[in-house]
């Protein structure tokens, strides 16, 4: 029998201590991990490579990771694609707004490694009953 491959999640941080730590953090779980150090390379990199789910950083250079999940959600491709923030700040009422208007759950660093898990896990099942849900 063909062998599933394991879910792909994009971890995407400034800081390069964060992403090499979900990487080990995600890797050890099973997971494959994609990383980019901004919002403009985890845009390209998920139109070229479609991850399972992403974690974002809200506090980025350049594109900020609220303006990454709004990108994200306006386009079509990305319908349904489950993403994670994770921040190191006090979050304002208008990134709050618009994690609240997307149901996406937000993580303070440092984070508890088995709760991410679970929000992870849970992300990828409600994935998978959503793209369900559109086939019939």
Known sequence: LPKARPPQIMAVDDDP????????????????????????EALTMALAHRPDALIVDLILTGMSGTELILQMKSRPEFNGLPIL???????????????????????????DEENLFDQIENALIGATIFAKQQKT
């Open 17 to 40: 201590l964060i992403r090499r730590l979900l990487e080990v953090q995600l890797t050890s779980a099973g997971y494959e991990i994609q990383t980019a150090a901004s919002g403009e």
């Open 85 to 111: 923030a994770v921040t190191g700040g006090n979050i304002d009422k208008s990134k709050f707004s618009i994690l609240s208007s997307f149901a996406i759950p937000t993580f303070s660093k440092p984070w």
